[in-house]
């Protein structure tokens, strides 16, 4: 329930910054249409962080030539229990090791060579070190941004999958990937399409680094029809991104005749964690990037666009995902008065690049 013994510290704090016209007081909260000035969103942001530590937030969208700022209740804070981060990575790293095992035995015999056992757990440590590094580094950039604002967000939480060996495939890789909770919405576009590009973008910088050592340590294969040995769930990680074709041809050699360290496996899957994230879509990543400019209707008919695509080019599980989440739009930023930033617009070319270069054929 709202309490109106904050009513006057409320009304101080919008009093002090706008200029306003009308006020409503409801059931859920305050209303205040005022003047939309040149600074807003500086205005705007000193507003938030003052409301927030009286326990409320504001939101703020454009009504009849003017701005109607919202206020409610905040979600209460909740203290996070960290026993469940280490318990959960604890599970996700016998996971990941138990299909990075798997991949490293398909390596040696890709090689033609019978590994020791010390050989083999040296290649699964390489294994679960790069593939969580990546994807603990993609969470990690959208933490740093949340706090950067001045915001909150949780630490990341990873979920552990099915492993390679229960015949899961590319899919098995022992996780789903690994997830922050953000205790906030974001404070205005320029954050939101910060939130969303800052993610992939580090880590696709994690899996780049992670394919020069994957390359590098990426052989010949002993015999071309080695591979027909390792089955087809396997032979999926020969269908690599443009960018891994790319080290590969700067090695002179190629990565279809080449026996994949089970590091650049780790890189191959942390490029098609960018790929998916950055497609302009529904609560992806690169839907909250799109979603900075566009408004929530646009939203959702590009999802639905982007879901045909997904399912024509064969990624039927992720089509259906985002059909589904189309219909669960993005509800923007906290401030939608001022537009996104002339410098953050041009990076959508720089996006573009990413999801040519990360792109798998699946």
């Known amino acids: 329930m709202l309490s109106f013994d904050s009513q006057p510290s409320v009304e101080k704090e919008v009093f002090s910054r706008f200029s306003v016209r009308e006020e409503y007081i409801g059931s859920s909260g305050w209303q205040f ?12 942001k000193d507003l938030y962080f003052s409301l927030r530590e009286l326990g409320f937030w504001a939101f703020a969208r454009k009504q009849q030539g003017l701005v109607l700022i919202s206020i409610v209740k905040a979600t209460h804070h909740k203290e996070r229990n960290p026993w469940i981060y280490i318990g959960l990575l604890a599970v996700t790293l016998v996971s990941v090791a138990v299909s990075g095992y798997e991949l ?7 090689l033609g060579v019978k590994a020791s056992s010390t050989s083999v757990a040296l290649t699964t ?3 679960v070190i790069s593939l969580l590094a ?32 229960l015949g899961a495939g590319f899919l098995g890789i022992g996780t789903f990937g690994a997830v922050i909770m953000a205790e906030e919405p974001p404070l205005n576009r320029d954050h939101l399409f910060d939130l969303g590009i800052s993610g992939p973008m580090a880590g696709f910088i994690a899996s780049v680094v992670a394919a020069g050592i994957g390359v590098a340590l990426s052989p010949p294969l002993a015999t ?3 591979i027909q040995s390792l089955g087809q769930d396997y ?14 041809a700067l090695k002179g050699q190629s990565p279809y005749y080449s026996a994949l360290n089970p590091i650049l496996i780790a890189s191959w899957i942390g490029m098609l964690v960018t790929f998916l994230n950055l497609l302009p879509a529904a609560q992806l990543d690169g839907g909250h990037v799109f979603r900075s400019f566009l408004t929530q209707r646009q939203m959702m008919a590009l999802s639905v666009v982007v879901a045909m695509l997904m399912f024509l080019i064969g990624y039927w599980l992720m089509a259906l995902l985002v059909l589904i989440m189309a219909f669960f739009p993005d509800p923007g930023a906290l401030e939608e008065i001022t537009p996104l930033s002339k410098g953050r617009k041009s990076s959508l070319l720089l996006i573009l690049a990413v999801i040519i270069l990360t792109a798998i054929a699946i």
């Open 33 to 44: 249409l005022v003047e939309k000035t040149d600074d807003f969103k500086v205005r705007f």
């Open 104 to 110: 490293s035995i398909a390596y040696f015999m890709a």
């Open 125 to 127: 440590a390489e294994f």
């Open 134 to 165: 990546i994807l603990g580094i993609h969470e990690m950039g959208h933490k740093f941004v949340t706090e950067k604002s001045g915001e909150r967000a949780s630490w990341p939480y990873f979920i552990p999958g099915p492993p390679y060996l």
């Open 224 to 226: 071309p029809s080695v």
């Open 235 to 248: 032979a999926i990680f020969y269908r690599v991104p443009l960018l891994i074709q790319i080290f590969f």
